[in-house]
């Protein structure tokens, strides 16, 4: 289940619904404080798009193809329509699935499809037609597993380099 969000949200709000938009599909930008927010009313004009907790928000306009799962925090908020709302399925790793649509053979579809001058971006049907190869729900979990473990080791090595870079 793929959909987009609020088309015009409005001015943002100091008290409202936090919305992602393009260029928030970034763990450090995911939190209700940094997210700019709607009103009430217009969150319920789209309520087809509201996140639950494990939806992915695949940004398909700007910077084409970043992809977040959205934390348990942030279970209500909506999203623009410059991001797409994907609902994995019941037989679909949510992790897993995160690091397949980062995966270079996706994103070179998505590539594929890019359009637009000022501000490039993919329809929604062409995320939808994007092409997966969908092992089974256990190999899922396993791939998912190790490609955590390898972000993790990444991480730790940036967070070295850094504080290498920090003491010279």
Known sequence: R???GIVLPGPDQ???????QGG??????????QLSKTTPE??????????????LVYEIRGSVGRVV??????????LSRDTARI???DNVDTTWLKYA???????????????????????????????LPVPSLDEQREIAEKAVQIDN????????????ISLL
């Not at 100091?14 to 992602?20: H, V």
């Not at 799962?69 to 909506?78: F, H, Q, R, S, T």
């Not at 080791?153 to 290498?164: D, K, M």
Request: contains cysteine; charged residues 35%.
């Open 2 to 4: 793929i959909c987009y």
């Open 14 to 20: 100091e008290e409202g619904i936090p919305i992602i």
């Open 24 to 33: 928030d599909c970034q763990p450090d930008k995911l939190s209700w404080e």
């Open 42 to 55: 217009k969150a319920a004009e789209y309520e087809r798009s509201k996140l639950e907790e494990g939806d």
């Open 69 to 78: 799962e959205v934390p348990p925090e942030l279970a209500g908020a909506n």
């Open 87 to 89: 609902s994995p399925r």
């Open 101 to 131: 649509l980062r995966s270079e053979p996706f994103r070179q579809q998505m590539e594929f499809h890019t359009h637009g001058a000022a501000v490039e971006g993919v329809k929604l049907a062409d995320l939808r037609d994007g092409l």
């Open 153 to 164: 080791r990444i991480n730790r090595l940036n967070e070295a380099v850094a504080e290498e």
